[in-house]
């Protein structure tokens, strides 16, 4: 097993990163400071730094794969959410979602072997929909608080919560068993590339349409997660917007005053 | 799962071969549990359900049913005849001034009212020049309605799917909240597979009012339709 390779690709990005940036400095920040992101500063600077490689490297390969036929994408789409079920599973376990791991393992079993590696999701037609989970949701149900906002090298937008959990996400892919550097190389770029072709209508909706991609990214990652840990069915409570919520009973509160002088 | 404009809490089902080899292989207990549960859930799609607010689906099933169109008649139209035909049921589904008002947050109160006009004018026309950019053509797409629950404050929330390819795992969902208004049920915020158009939008625009001003969000959105009028 080359553990050199595996444990010096992150590394050696994370160290590049940290290098560029305190050769960059400082970036300028419109407008007030979020309250709510005490680390903007640093994270505009990961911000940057990520939006940088993507442009320069990620997003041509991924245009260029965009190309490939759709089936041919969604085979390689497959073969990655295959291999990232059994973190999902391990996690359903932790959060004692016992039904929902023994039915996920029995996708990843079927999908290994019928589905050849998981290239044909066999499974898929029955009907049963995927679940996605991993140790930073997990942790959120256990009652760990999610931290501050945090923008890592390459990893992108986290919470604090997310950061930590993400090793053992790693560890627990059998990706990273896999025993050539070459191969890890490989399959680990081209989940990137993967990963950055299912994300190129949003990242187009955001270049569209937001004025500060920071802010976007970060608020619309941040209620995706809240989005992930409730599975996808997040509390009404939790889809009223409690920003408006307030906003409104403060209104009403400032117009009671009014009234009443 | 019904067409649009119908309720049901089941997802949809697909036979194969495969399903039947899949369904005799699984665990007794997990055919069990699954078995309840779809009897329960049956059950619910029997029942009438009280908490159901047909006014406020109705308000959803018709914004979707003006969006499929302009979608399955894009090219026949181009970029005009879609803006042109969406922009009544828009500015009819959704509450566009309300919307305008809380996307500017604290910011709002310190315009005049002629900015205030202003603001709600030129939001009002980038809604509807996005809706007929993005909504520009088909593929299968389908809206389903799954169910409507009442929110705070009086108002609804009613949860769709827009199914986007036959595999279910890559469904959006597609939350929306609507208040009534004079006797009409009008959309207030999109939520989209959990992320909230209104909070983005809140974010984005409060941080350059702050920074830039009224002036620069305004020019910059007017910048905006004319990229799209013009690429199109």
């Not at chain 1, 990655?80 to 059994?86: A, E, I, Y």
């Not at chain 1, 004025?211 to 840990?229: K, S």
Request: charged share 25%.
């Amino acid at each position: 097993m080359n553990n050199k390779t595996r444990a010096n690709c992150p590394l050696t990005l994370l160290v590049l990163a940290l290098f560029i940036l305190t050769g960059t400095g400082c970036v300028s920040i419109p407008g007030e400071p979020d309250p709510n992101d005490p680390w903007e500063p640093f994270n505009r600077s990961m911000y940057d730094f990520n939006d940088g490689i993507d442009k320069d490297i990620i997003a041509p390969i991924a245009n260029a794969y965009l190309k490939i036929p759709d089936g041919g994408r969604k085979a390689i789409h497959n073969f990655f959410v295959n291999l990232g079920t059994p973190t999902t599973i391990i996690n359903q376990f932790l959060q004692g979602k016992f039904e929902l791991g023994i039915e996920d393992s029995m996708r990843f079993i079927f999908n290994t072997t019928f589905g050849l590696l998981g290239f044909i999701d066999f499974v898929g037609p029955t009907g049963l929909v995927r679940h996605e989970e991993d140790f930073g949701q997990t942790f959120a149900v256990w009652g760990i608080p999610s931290g501050n906002f945090l923008t890592l090298p390459v990893l992108g937008p986290q919470t604090v919560r997310s950061a930590v959990g993400w090793p053992l996400d790693f560890v627990t892919k059998p990706l990273f068993w896999i025993e050539t550097g070459g191969e890890f190389v490989f399959v680990a770029g081209l989940n990137i590339v993967d990963t950055r072709a299912r994300l190129a209508p949003a990242i187009r909706l955001r270049d569209e349409t937001a004025f500060d991609p920071y802010i976007f990214t970060r608020e619309a990652f941040l209620q995706q997660r809240l989005n992930l840990i409730y599975d996808g069915n997040p509390p009404i409570q939790d889809l009223e917007d409690l920003d408006l919520l307030e906003e409104e009973q403060l209104l009403e509160e400032e117009k009671a005053e009014e009234n009443s002088q | 799962m019904m067409e649009s404009g119908s309720i049901s809490h089941r997802r949809r089902t697909r036979y194969s071969p495969r399903r039947v080899i899949w369904r005799k292989m699984r665990f007794t207990t997990t055919m069990l549990l699954q078995t309840l549960m779809a009897g329960l859930l049956c059950l619910c799609t029997v029942l009438p359900s009280a908490a159901q607010n047909p006014d406020a689906i109705a308000t959803v099933d018709n914004l979707h049913a003006a969006l499929l169109d302009i979608m399955r008649n894009a090219d026949s139209l181009g970029f005009a005849g879609r803006r042109d035909q969406i922009a009544p049921v828009i500015k009819e589904s959704l509450d566009l001034p309300f919307i305008a008002r809380f996307t500017l947050g604290r910011y709002w109160k310190d315009l005049s009212a002629e900015q205030q006009d202003t603001f709600v004018d030129v939001f009002s026309r980038w809604t509807v020049v996005h809706y007929a950019s993005r909504f520009d053509g088909y593929s299968s797409e389908q809206f389903k309605t799954i169910s409507s629950a009442p929110a705070r404050r009086g108002r609804e929330l009613v949860r769709t799917v827009l199914e986007v390819n036959d595999d279910p795992a890559d469904d959006v969902s597609l939350d929306y909240l609507l208040h009534d208004t004079d006797g009409k049920w009008r959309v207030v915020n999109v939520i989209a597979n959990g992320v909230s158009d209104l909070s983005l939008k809140r974010a984005d625009y409060g941080a350059l009012v702050g920074a830039q001003g009224l002036d620069s969000l305004i020019a910059k959105l007017e910048g905006q339709i004319s990229d799209l009028e013009v690429g199109h």
